[in-house]
């Protein structure tokens, strides 16, 4: 399986700075540094159609950030999961903390999206995690069961279609990485939950000096990153979490 390297750039980069970030990222980075893992870039909608040309000739996947769980219809400001999926989306992010706690997103309107997302063939990145002061009040596992439960609920033995991404939510956004420990504990418990084996990855202040001690533990598959992912030398040296090696790069793969 190959590690999952995930860049959610959230409401940031405008269409030129997308172009920008994406070209200098496939200048740094090696196309055998790639062969074990795959890298998704997750950009605002707007910049979804200058993504997928670009990286059309390369190994690197597309994601969005959100999907509506109608397929379309009278739902102003909202974005169909058929259309991202139509402009090259593989994955989306379903129920990332931002949209939760800021936007009040429930696990029931997650379960929707999720249902839809793998009815029309997208992979979700559905985003579990505990808040600092669940944390601290012993809730970690309960809030995660609760989320996972409900929000897989009626589809249990198809959460291996999807990426499970642990994101403390204390950890995201803060410079607050979890320790190993922690994130491996709760890996473990979310995958003794899962029917199947899943996918299982790590997200909350991943960054290029913490990423070879995460990715070096079995239970973690891969990250999802924010702010280390809007930085093209941060994220490339993100990817290489092994050493670099001096190979061509993915910007000469589509001569
Ligand atoms: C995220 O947005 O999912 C995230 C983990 O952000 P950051 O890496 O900035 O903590």
């Given at each position: 399986m190959k590690a999952i390297i995930a860049g959610n750039w959230k409401m940031n980069k405008d269409n030129g700075q997308s172009r920008e970030l994406v070209l200098k990222l496939m200048s740094l980075v090696g196309i055998d540094e790639l062969k074990n893992r795959q890298v998704i870039l997750i950009p605002p909608?707007?910049?979804?159609?200058?993504?997928?040309?670009?990286?059309?000739?390369?190994?690197?996947?597309?994601g969005a950030q959100n999907m509506h769980w109608e397929r379309s219809g009278a739902f102003t400001g909202e974005v169909s999961g058929v259309f991202i999926k139509q402009l090259g989306c593989e994955y989306v992010i379903i129920g990332h903390s931002e949209r939760r706690h800021l936007m009040g997103e429930t696990n029931?309107?997650?379960?929707?999206?999720?249902?839809?997302?793998?009815?029309?063939?997208?992979?979700?990145?559905?985003?579990?995690?505990?808040?600092?002061?669940?944390?601290?009040?012993?809730?970690?596992?309960?809030?995660?069961?609760?989320?996972?439960?409900?929000?897989?609920?009626?589809?249990?033995?198809?959460?291996?279609?999807?990426?499970?991404?642990?994101?403390?939510?204390?950890?995201?956004?803060?410079?607050?990485?979890?320790?190993?420990?922690?994130?491996?504990?709760?890996?473990?418990?979310?995958?003794?939950?899962l029917k199947k084996p899943s996918t299982i990855i790590y997200g909350g202040s991943v960054k290029s000096d913490n990423i070879d001690q995460l990715m070096a533990h079995e239970e973690i598959q891969g990250v999802l990153v924010g702010g280390a992912s809007l930085d093209p030398e941060s994220f490339a040296r993100i990817i290489q979490y092994q050493k670099f090696l001096d190979k061509p790069k993915i910007s000469d793969s589509s001569d």
């Open positions: 909608f707007t910049s979804l159609s200058i993504l997928a040309e670009l990286v059309m000739n390369s190994p690197i996947k597309l029931k309107e997650i379960n929707r999206k999720l249902k839809t997302a793998l009815d029309i063939g997208l992979i979700a990145i559905l985003c579990v995690g505990e808040t600092g002061a669940e944390r601290d009040a012993g809730q970690t596992e309960s809030v995660i069961e609760k989320q996972l439960t409900q929000g897989l609920e009626g589809f249990e033995n198809e959460a291996h279609k999807m990426i499970i991404a642990y994101e403390p939510v204390w950890a995201i956004g803060t410079g607050k990485t979890a320790t190993l420990e922690q994130a491996v504990e709760v890996h473990k418990f979310i995958r003794g939950l």
